[in-house]
């Protein structure tokens, strides 16, 4: 549905020439109303919305207005009315009351122009709204013969009850945003000071192999459209436009001298950068996990094999599940050794220099050495669902993302989001249900959902997700400051991510506030306990499922 701004006809019958003051007036169940016309910005038609957990029950969601992250309110909601679905005369009055703020109405009726006179204190009109949220009562002779009676509502001291942050958590957004280059500094300080690998894994022909997960810039399907180079290496299959990037493909499969994929396998394709701010995407059969591997399982590649041509690009082999599963380690340093990347890469940036790439309509404007120092813009998020909704995190603070497993270990007393706790590999990990965590109706168990392992206040801790959809690179002018609509919510949810020219919202989550106070001592103690009789949990992760 359009969402472009609309004023409707009768405005232009009372355009009242600047004699008196101006109102907009609009009905919501059966009562008329009007509210000064200097703070409203636009008329527009209901847009489509994204849900926001942990925001006051009136918040219908966010919506994008023209690259912008606009708070939609139901009015009846906000007023205690029955609800009532959208229709046809159904609009969103667009004020600005500090930020701007939709409202919900049932249908806007027109502009006036009023004059003081005409204006009475509104201490006992009988209406669906209190006293105290009016500033007065409108009385107009109707052309047909009685009088017109409009409330007129005090935006500001209306929504004040329910959304007490929007005045405070302004500042503490900005502080925080101030300190996110700082957190990101600490998560990867985290990363390199522990003992631990941090990778994400995949497939090659029935093989397992790895990227350190810094190394991976995000994840993505295999295209529709690409290009192929004309006398190319057998294992470069082409470039594709990825954001305005013209990006070089890679398969693995023929890189290592395996046979070509069957059909059916539905191909990701891991992007990561090579010295030189290269940019390659290496074309893999599936993306199987993100996972933590401590460095006493990750041996080196042995003295004989690393001398050999052939595998010169693997730094070392983990061995998992007590040597049952070996996981080649890829240095992404040494692709630039392997014969043919450098050609590939050549090829790439040839074709980018004279625009031969044909399936793309938006490659004019590629410069791929511009877009190589743009990287440092970036942010790395792994993308999971809740429902309909989209939320992201930073790839940083992910551990491990695993499947949930059949049965969960309940703990007694403890707070109702807990599941339970699980055996991860010798170590206890409490299972949190993110749905109830955020005040989201639960579903029932399925195959899609999966646990996201974070380190909260030195503990590992589970949340059960819906399904984890993919691991993006976004630009971090794509991402703004998420209305501040609750404390609780402008803690967790600070940020979004404006995707696919307004089209898409990601709401980007801290991990660190997930859990806090006492719900994180208590989670805490269960992650410090013994692990002897929980079920014990090391399935993989399909990333992009």
């Given at each position: 549905?359009?969402?472009?701004?609309?004023?409707?006809?009768?405005?232009?019958?009372?355009?009242?020439?600047?004699m008196?003051?101006?109102?907009?007036?609009?009905?919501?169940?059966?009562?008329?109303?009007?509210?000064?016309?200097?703070?409203?910005?636009?008329?527009?038609?209901?847009?489509?919305?994204?849900?926001?957990?942990?925001?006051?029950?009136?918040?219908?969601?966010?919506?994008?207005?023209?690259?912008?992250?606009?708070?939609?309110?139901?009015?009846?909601?906000?007023?205690?009315?029955?609800?009532?679905a959208n229709d046809d005369a159904t609009r969103a009055v667009v004020i600005n009351l500090g930020q701007p703020l939709g409202f919900v109405v049932d249908r806007v009726a027109s502009v006036v122009s009023v004059e003081p006179g005409e204006i009475e204190p509104a201490e006992q009109v009988q209406s669906v709204l209190s006293a105290d949220y009016l500033t007065g009562v409108i009385k107009r002779a109707l052309p047909e013969g009685g009088t017109e009676m409009l409330l007129v509502v005090d935006f500001t001291q209306l929504i004040r009850?329910?959304?007490?942050?929007?005045?405070?958590?302004?500042a503490e957004q900005g502080a925080s945003g101030a300190d996110s280059g700082a957190h990101d500094a600490a998560l990867d300080e985290d990363a390199v000071a522990s003992d631990e690998l941090r990778l994400v894994s995949f497939s090659v022909a029935g093989q397992e192999y790895a990227l350190d997960i810094a190394e991976v810039q995000e994840i993505v399907q295999f295209p529709?459209?690409?290009?192929?180079?004309?006398?190319?290496?057998?294992?470069?299959?082409?470039?594709?436009?990825?954001?305005?990037?013209?990006?070089?493909?890679?398969?693995?499969?023929?890189?290592f001298g395996l046979a070509p994929v069957d059909a059916e396998v539905q191909q990701r394709i891991v992007v990561t950068t090579l010295p030189g701010n290269l940019h390659v995407g290496l074309v893999t059969d599936a993306v199987k996990e993100v996972m933590s591997v401590p460095r006493a399982q990750a041996e080196p590649m042995p003295?004989?094999?690393?001398?050999?041509?052939?595998?010169?690009?693997?730094?070392?082999?983990?061995?998992?599940?007590?040597?049952?599963?070996?996981?080649?380690?890829?240095?992404?340093?040494?692709?630039?050794?392997?014969?043919?990347?450098?050609?590939?890469?050549?090829?790439?940036?040839?074709?980018?220099?004279?625009?031969?790439?044909?399936n793309e309509d938006d490659v004019n404007d590629v410069d791929n050495q511009d877009a190589g120092n743009d990287a440092d813009d970036d942010t790395q998020l792994v993308i999971f669902r809740l429902g309909a909704e989209e939320f992201g995190v930073p790839i940083m603070s992910v551990q491990e993302i695993v499947r949930v497993p059949p049965t969960l270990t309940r703990v007694p007393r403890t707070p109702a989001f807990v599941e339970g706790?699980?055996?991860l590999r010798g170590t206890v990990l409490p299972v949190v249900d993110q749905r109830a965590?955020?005040?989201?109706?639960?579903?029932?168990?399925?195959?899609?959902?999966?646990?996201?392992?974070?380190?909260?206040?030195g503990v590992r801790t589970g949340f059960i997700v819906d399904s984890v959809a993919e691991v993006l690179r976004i630009p971090r002018g794509q991402i703004t400051p998420a209305p501040a609509l609750s404390q609780e919510q402008s803690r967790l949810i600070g940020r979004v991510a404006n995707l696919d020219g307004g089209k898409r919202l990601v709401m980007l989550i801290e991990p660190s506030q997930l859990l806090h106070g006492s719900e994180l001592q208590a989670v805490s103690g269960l992650g410090r306990g013994g692990a002897a009789t929980v079920h014990e949990e090391d399935d993989a992760l399909p990333l992009a499922a």
């Open positions: 549905m359009s969402n472009q701004p609309e004023m409707q006809d009768d405005a232009a019958a009372d355009d009242g020439a600047g008196g003051l101006q109102f907009v007036t609009f009905a919501v169940a059966g009562e008329m109303f009007a509210v000064p016309m200097a703070p409203v910005q636009e008329i527009i038609r209901v847009p489509e919305v994204a849900r926001l957990p942990l925001a006051p029950a009136v918040l219908d969601g966010l919506a994008n207005l023209r690259g912008r992250v606009l708070p939609i309110i139901s009015l009846r909601r906000l007023f205690g009315c029955e609800a009532q009850d329910q959304f007490r942050a929007i005045g405070t958590a302004a529709e459209q690409f290009s192929v180079l004309p006398n190319a290496p057998g294992h470069v299959v082409g470039l594709m436009s990825l954001r305005q990037r013209l990006l070089p493909l890679v398969s693995l499969r023929g890189l003295g004989l094999l690393a001398r050999q041509q052939e595998m010169q690009e693997f730094s070392a082999i983990c061995r998992l599940d007590q040597g049952k599963r070996l996981v080649s380690v890829i240095a992404t340093d040494r692709l630039l050794q392997v014969p043919g990347m450098r050609q590939a890469l050549a090829q790439g940036a040839g074709a980018a220099a004279t625009d031969e790439i044909r706790v699980i055996n965590r955020l005040g989201l109706p639960v579903i029932e168990r399925n195959e899609g959902q999966r646990i996201m392992v974070y380190l909260l206040d």
